[in-house]
């Protein structure tokens, strides 16, 4: 499969009043088309800088970020964000709230429209088109959010802990539906959470960041055995328990 994504020997330091924060140090890996990997990491580790260096809203201070082979600036690559809080605007209908990032970018074409009916149809959320947010359960707005993310047809999903904001057995739900969804939509998503569990649930592989300015103390490839394959069938399985030790004791041994 085509290489979508490749950071050679990133880093990166905030500057404030106070001085230097390096956040990022010497970070390469690549990813390839309809990969899901996870990046798990002490909290304050710079996971969250990393995605935003993806994303573009900062550059890095050393390293290169190549989208699709080219210099990520130069990228027509849609990348698409999905953060701890859905962001749905109250004063908005769910559809309206869905195609709001079309209106912004101005692609609201009738084919766009006709996708956010579509997708709102596919998971469940077509009966809630006219309702506002406040009337949808959390998982359910987790799901409007990430229609509205898809809608653009992003080419590579960013999540920041996006379900960090749920109660746990809301949390548990929401995460395998999401991962479900992504995995349906064949598409390439890195995961940022503190939740080991998540991360083994549902990436293909994941990134263990060490202690601020993070770099990649260990890759694991994550392979289950046939029945395994949604994310409850992979809580289920004996290798769940050996990765989420393996990881564990990983991160434990550079706090
Ligand atoms: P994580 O997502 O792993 O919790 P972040 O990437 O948010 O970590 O932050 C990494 C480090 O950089 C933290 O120590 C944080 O305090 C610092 N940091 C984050 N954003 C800024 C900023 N805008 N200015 C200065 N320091 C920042």
Same mark, same amino acid.
């Given at each position: 499969?085509?290489?979508?994504?490749?950071?050679?020997?990133?880093?990166?330091?905030?500057?404030?009043?106070?001085?230097?924060?390096?956040?990022?140090?010497?970070?390469?890996?690549?990813?390839?088309?309809?990969?899901?990997?996870?990046?798990?990491?002490?909290?304050?580790?710079?996971?969250?800088?990393?995605?935003?260096?993806?994303?573009?809203?900062?550059?890095?201070?050393?390293?290169?970020?190549?989208?699709?082979?080219?210099?990520?600036?130069?990228?027509?690559?849609?990348?698409?964000?999905?953060l701890q809080h859905d962001q749905l605007f109250e004063w908005r209908t769910i559809y309206n709230n869905v195609i709001l990032g079309l209106e912004v970018q101005h692609m609201l074409t009738a084919k766009a429209r006709q996708k956010a009916h579509e997708l709102l149809d596919t998971y469940g959320l077509a009966q809630f088109?006219?309702?506002?947010?406040? @009337?949808?359960?959390?998982?359910?707005?987790?799901? /409007?959010? =990430? &229609?509205?993310?898809?809608?653009? $047809?992003?080419?590579? *999903?960013?999540?920041?802990?996006?379900?960090?904001?749920?109660?746990?057995?809301?949390?548990?739900?929401?995460?395998?539906?999401?991962? @479900?969804?992504?995995?349906?939509?064949?598409?390439? /998503?890195? =995961? &940022?959470?503190?939740?080991?569990? $998540?991360?083994?649930? *549902?990436?293909?592989?994941?990134?263990?960041?060490?202690?601020?300015?993070?770099?990649?103390?260990?890759?694991?490839?994550?392979?289950?055995?046939?029945?395994?394959?949604?994310?409850?069938?992979?809580?289920?399985?004996?290798?769940?328990?050996?990765?989420?030790?393996?990881?564990?004791?990983?991160?434990?041994?550079?706090?």
């Open positions: 499969m085509e290489e979508i994504l490749e950071l050679r020997h990133i880093s990166y330091s905030y500057h404030t009043m106070d001085g230097e924060t390096p956040a990022l140090a010497d970070i390469s890996f690549s990813m390839k088309e309809g990969e899901f990997v996870a990046v798990v990491g002490p909290s304050g580790c710079g996971k969250s800088t990393l995605l935003s260096l993806i994303s573009g809203l900062l550059e890095p201070a050393a390293g290169q970020i190549r989208i699709r082979g080219r210099d990520s600036k130069e990228s027509a690559t849609n990348i698409g964000y999905m088109e006219n309702a506002r947010p406040s @009337q949808l359960s959390g998982g359910m707005r987790q799901r /409007a959010a =990430l &229609v509205r993310t898809l809608v653009l $047809e992003p080419d590579l *999903l960013l999540l920041d802990e996006p379900f960090s904001a749920l109660d746990y057995q809301t949390r548990l739900r929401v995460g395998d539906d999401i991962g @479900q969804i992504i995995r349906r939509e064949k598409k390439t /998503a890195i =995961l &940022v959470t503190h939740d080991l569990s $998540e991360a083994v649930s *549902l990436a293909d592989r994941v990134i263990i960041l060490g202690p601020r300015p993070a770099s990649i103390i260990q890759t694991v490839p994550l392979i289950f055995g046939a029945g395994a394959d949604t994310p409850l069938g992979r809580r289920d399985a004996p290798e769940f328990k050996t990765y989420f030790n393996l990881i564990w004791k990983e991160l434990n041994s550079n706090e």
